[in-house]
DNA sequence: TCCGTCGGATTCTAAACCAA
DNA sequence: TGGTTTAGAATCCGACGGAC
């Protein structure tokens, strides 16, 4: 089922949330289920987010846990990521490298590059000893063992950032959870409507006649489990076209700096990786220096700090302090918030003017 | 396209700490 | 004393630039 056309796609391993194209009618629910009983709340049930009114866009956390699943039914765990295994000691070429060694000898990567004969282990330099530390922080486990990764550091959870509403909107109270609702980004174009697009659209290809939120509409979660009440859609306000390009803008900026990389679609948290780097001759040499010094006795790394500022350090600084150019061109693409991404000629399936608990059992 | 280079994330592991 | 925690040290992923 593809996604309608203003959702966002769920993150990495996450199935679809979005499962029906026409809200499930109650009468026509589990065929096994017991006559008039409503299926466990255990049961794998989704959160099903109805589609913004249209020129709206949820806007997600982009660190959000678990979204868009229900205060407690566990989102599925994207398949853990392999570790990485290592050897006990790279050979001393591999090392210098920085590239995968294996356990024999010669490894692998000398053989092929014909350094077979200077394939050999690397001495492990001693830890040093008598180094003190400061006292243990107890990691709270359950019986089994496990890890409570809240209990830690101070038990308390780190709560998604919060995209800074446009100008004019009001911040969403504190505590309500995603997502809501912002109008669209500076520049964006709605997807042509179609005969699919039962948004309200016009259906001549004019763009869809843009709604805003009342500050009712922050934080609305269409809460869909079993047992949940029922919750009213929220009023749609329409008003004029205006989504003025400067207060746009400025959301547009304001939100974007802190989570661009989740608005780029790089919300794994790998996302860091895909830094560019500069390779400064000069950083070259001196981080080459840098990392030679490891090897050095330890007489010399146990220099106090200020020995320590060597020039790898100071090539190092200069690299990272490249001044950034302080105007930014105007954006054509709009990736203004957190969780907003383009999508592809929608799909809007959520038709009708009250919202259904959308229900999708695995 | 291949290869060298290297920043930094990830992993390993030994020393320090702490409870029993 | 043995298990746990911490942090130093090593490995190597992945991105870049240069050579061919």
């Known amino acids: 089922m593809p996604y309608a056309g203003h959702y966002p796609p769920p993150p990495p391993g996450y199935p679809p949330f979005y499962a029906y194209s026409v809200p499930p009618d109650p009468a026509h629910h589990d065929p096994n289920a017991p006559n008039g009983t409503a299926p466990p709340a255990v049961a794998p049930f989704y959160m099903a987010v109805p589609p913004p009114p249209p020129g709206m866009f949820y806007v997600l956390p982009p660190s959000a846990p678990g979204y868009p699943y ?27 490298a920085c590239k995968r060694c294996d356990e024999a000898r010669p490894c692998e990567r000398c053989i092929k590059y014909g350094l077979a004969e200077t394939c050999i282990d690397g001495v492990r330099k001693e830890r040093k000893k008598g180094i003190k530390r400061g006292p243990y922080k107890r990691k709270n486990r359950t019986a089994s063992g496990e890890e ?6 101070g038990g308390e959870q780190q709560a998604a950032p919060v995209p800074p509403p446009p100008p004019g909107y009001p911040v969403p109270p504190e505590g309500y959870p995603f997502p809501y609702m912002y109008p669209p980004p500076m520049g964006y174009v709605p997807a042509p409507p179609d005969a699919q697009h039962s948004d309200g659209s016009p259906p001549n290809g004019a763009p869809p006649q843009p709604f ?10 269409y809460g869909a489990y079993p047992g949940a009440p029922p ?16 207060g746009a803008a400025k959301a547009d900026t304001s939100a974007s700096a802190p989570t661009s990389a989740a608005t780029n679609g790089a919300t ?15 950083g070259d040499e001196s981080s080459r220096a840098a990392k030679k010094s490891k090897e050095s006795p330890p007489d010399a790394t146990q220099q106090p700090a200020n020995g320590a500022t060597a020039p790898a350090t100071v090539g190092a600084v200069d ?3 490249q001044p950034q150019p302080q105007s930014q061109p105007p954006q054509a693409t709009p990736a203004a918030y957190p969780g907003h991404v383009e ?5 809007t399936a959520f038709s009708g003017p009250e919202p259904r608990p959308l229900m999708a059992a695995m």
């Open 70 to 96: 229900p205060t407690g039914v566990p989102a599925p765990q994207p398949p853990p990521k392999q570790k990485r295994k290592q050897v006990k000691m790279a050979c001393t070429n591999c090392a210098s």
């Open 148 to 153: 409570l990764p809240s209990a830690v550091e």
């Open 212 to 221: 805003y939120p009342t500050p009712a509409l922050y934080g609305y979660p």
């Open 231 to 246: 919750m009213p859609y929220p009023p749609l306000v329409p008003a004029p076209m205006a989504a003025s390009p400067n």
């Open 268 to 282: 794994s948290p790998d996302a860091s990786k895909g830094k560019k780097r500069s390779r400064g001759k000069n």
């Open 319 to 321: 690299k990272e302090q």
């Open 343 to 347: 999508t592809n000629p929608p799909v």
